[in-house]
């Protein structure tokens, strides 16, 4: 089920957001969406172990993408 709340929202943001622009870093999204790239990275982390998000590449900077 879907989380509701700040942090599902959130959450549903950090998703979107991989969907309309493909690979972006954490720091890309924390900064569109005003939150820490801590915070994204939490998030993007429970998308990776839902199966909805990959890392795209290993380096600085990590871009993450939508599965």
């Known amino acids: 089920p879907a989380q509701t709340g700040p942090e599902g929202r959130t959450r ?3 998703a979107r957001l991989l ?3 493909g690979p972006i870093t954490a720091a890309a999204i924390a900064q569109r969406l ?3 790239p801590t915070a994204v990275r939490r998030h993007l982390d429970a998308l990776i172990a839902a199966g909805e998000a ?3 590449a ?3 900077g990590t871009p ?3 599965q």
């Open 19 to 21: 969907l309309e622009k």
């Open 12 to 14: 549903l943001e950090v």
């Open 54 to 56: 990959e890392r795209a």
């Open 64 to 66: 993450w993408s939508r």
């Open 58 to 60: 290993l380096s600085q």
């Open 34 to 36: 005003g939150i820490s």
